[in-house]
């Protein structure tokens, strides 16, 4: 089989999986199974496997970072949502695009591991 049938493939089964684990086991099961990386895992595995080692940590790296810009994004939204919505948009939006800018300046992927 080729890469392209695994790639449609092992990501949503994964999230099948993990699914019909919390339906037969309670939302405490599911939640901790959906929590962990069943589709960033998959693709982190393909991205070494179709562009090399370097080029999956960079792309790792963006995605963390994206994780922390959106968990932001929640914050200051939760934050400001006393204040009407689009003043919680703005704010959200703007706190993802600081936290955002300042993670990649940061160049994480250059960090050593030890």
């Known amino acids: 089989?080729?890469?392209?049938?695994f790639k449609l493939?092992?990501?949503?089964?994964?999230?099948?999986?993990a699914t019909l684990a919390g339906r037969r086991w309670g939302d405490a099961i599911?939640?901790?199974?959906?929590?962990l990386p069943l589709t960033s895992g998959p693709v982190a595995?393909?991205?070494?496997?179709e562009y090399g080692p370097g080029f999956a940590v960079t792309a790792s790296s963006g995605s963390l970072?994206?994780?922390?810009a959106q968990g932001a994004f929640c914050l200051c939204y939760a934050v400001l949502a006393t204040r009407g919505w689009k003043i919680a948009?703005?704010?959200g939006?703007?706190?993802?695009a600081v936290v955002g800018a300042l993670l990649q300046s940061l160049h994480l992927s250059n960090w050593p591991l030890f």
């Open 45 to 49: 595995a393909f991205l070494v496997l």
């Open 1 to 5: 089989m080729s890469l392209i049938v």
């Open 65 to 68: 970072i994206g994780t922390a």
């Open 30 to 35: 599911g939640g901790w199974l959906v929590g």
């Open 93 to 96: 939006a703007a706190g993802y």
């Open 89 to 91: 948009l703005v704010g």
């Open 9 to 17: 493939l092992i990501p949503p089964t994964l999230i099948l999986l």
